[in-house]
């Protein structure tokens, strides 16, 4: 049994849903034959296949090993696909008593967060993972210029530059150029590998590995979820129906505070993928019960315009976890509960939650997990990856580019005054 798998809403029509499943099959067709939009990025399809007898997998093994020797923070520095697919996976799987602590930086503009961080690892001894294919990107670029003084004014420079880790374009950039000219070990983001897919590279795993997480098992989970492919065209041409019905809103919903980077993975995956010439499907998260008391009312009687889809952690009687106690007393009424597990009673809110939203008019369907362990992560990195591939093609729009991500970048540089930049309006 795969230790993911999809269902779609109670009582769905099969029949108005083959339309769809069967152009998620020509769209899919159109990524294995290359003949897509943006075909020249369509790298990750096959990556996970033989990334494991790739040298550089045993060169982010070695590299993670060294770090968790010597350092007690790695300062992960990037942007976007640079930095959230290895925090979704870090949370996911929640590795208990890590030998070192990765956090993430250089993915805003923040004054404050940026000084609090640089207050934390001063005297702590750190190491860099810098992640950018061009090394010029504003966010990370600032970043990395404040961390690259303080790890040389604490190590000097030649020991600072062993304890800084490149991730980067194999062959150009400014921060390929600065890594070669310092010497920094460097990794490759794959030419044919867009940011936002290349969470199953040295982008995401380097991290991923210093955190403790077994990369070998996620690139594992990545590669069986071949035997899934059914689930993920049969999800993205559910998109599509809702699309069709006049819902233009999908919400990934959890009930896990360890899924919520997941759902900011994702959401990115998405929105950057799809939403171009006035198209796609709004991405849109909640992190359930906490979000019931907010957005709850919302869902349940608000407009019908958007659609959800539940990611679930199946639950496990077996698994250890807290009961809760009882109470003599009993002054919160709650003794029906005593000695359920914690895992139970969320377990129920969630399936009694996806009746509710079913009945008040919200289509509903589950993405379903065995367990958050590092197998399940994989499974679920590439499950998403290529329903978005076929989603972005069912759409008609190149779902490997960011067009659209560019205008921002041109109005703050003309407000700031970068050269080249001085005449536009």
Not at 7 to 22: C, N, Q, T, V, W
Not at 173 to 187: C, I, Q, R, V
């Amino acid at each position: 049994m795969n230790h993911i798998y999809y269902r779609y809403p109670k009582g769905l029509d099969s029949l108005k849903l083959e339309p769809f499943i069967s152009k998620s099959r020509h769209a899919e067709n159109s990524l294995l034959e290359g003949t897509c939009l943006g075909k020249e990025f369509l790298g990750w399809i096959n990556h996970a296949d033989i990334y494991l007898t790739n040298p550089e997998f045993k060169k982010i093994l070695d590299a993670a090993k060294k770090i968790q020797e010597n350092s007690e923070v790695l300062v992960v520095i990037g942007i976007g696909g640079s930095y959230l697919g290895a925090r979704a996976g870090i949370e996911f799987v929640n590795p208990k008593n890590p030998k070192t602590e990765v956090i993430f930086a250089g993915n805003n503009l923040s004054n404050n967060q940026l000084y609090d961080q640089l207050e934390y690892v001063k005297d702590k001894d750190f190491s860099i993972n810098v992640i950018s294919k061009s090394g010029t990107t504003t966010e990370p670029a600032i970043a990395f210029r404040f961390f690259k003084k303080l790890i040389e004014e604490k190590y000097g420079k030649e020991e600072a530059a062993k304890r800084i880790y490149a991730t980067t374009d194999a062959h150009k950039g400014a921060l390929k150029n600065l890594a070669e000219k310092e010497g920094y070990e460097t990794f490759i983001v794959p030419d044919d590998i867009g940011g936002r897919y290349s969470v199953l590279t040295a982008v995401g795993l380097l991290p991923m590995a210093v955190a403790g997480l077994n990369i070998k098992k996620i690139i594992e989970g990545a590669n069986s979820s071949k035997s899934s492919l059914a689930d993920i065209r049969n999800y993205a041409a559910f998109r599509h129906y809702q699309l069709n019905d006049g819902k233009s809103i999908e919400i990934l919903a959890n009930f896990d505070p360890s899924l919520h980077y997941m759902g900011e993975w994702w959401k990115q995956l998405f929105a950057e993928s799809e939403g171009k010439d006035g198209k796609g499907i709004i991405p849109y998260t909640v992190d359930y019960s906490t979000d019931l008391h907010s957005f709850g009312q919302m869902a349940q009687d608000g407009p019908r315009v958007f659609f959800e889809t539940f990611l679930c952690v199946d639950y496990d009687s077996n698994r250890e976890g807290l009961t809760v106690p009882n109470d003599p007393e009993n002054v919160d009424g709650l003794n029906y509960l005593t000695n359920k597990t914690i895992e139970y009673v969320n377990y129920s809110a969630l399936s009694a939650t996806i009746q509710a939203h079913e009945n008040g008019g919200v289509p509903c369907s589950e993405i379903h997990i065995s367990s958050r362990d590092e197998f399940c992560l994989g499974q679920l990195f590439y499950f998403f990856e290529r329903a978005c591939g076929i989603s972005g093609n069912m759409l008609n729009v190149n779902p490997f580019n960011q067009p659209g991500v560019e205008e921002y970048k041109r109005n703050m540089f003309t407000l700031l005054g970068k050269p080249g930049y001085e005449t536009t309006t």
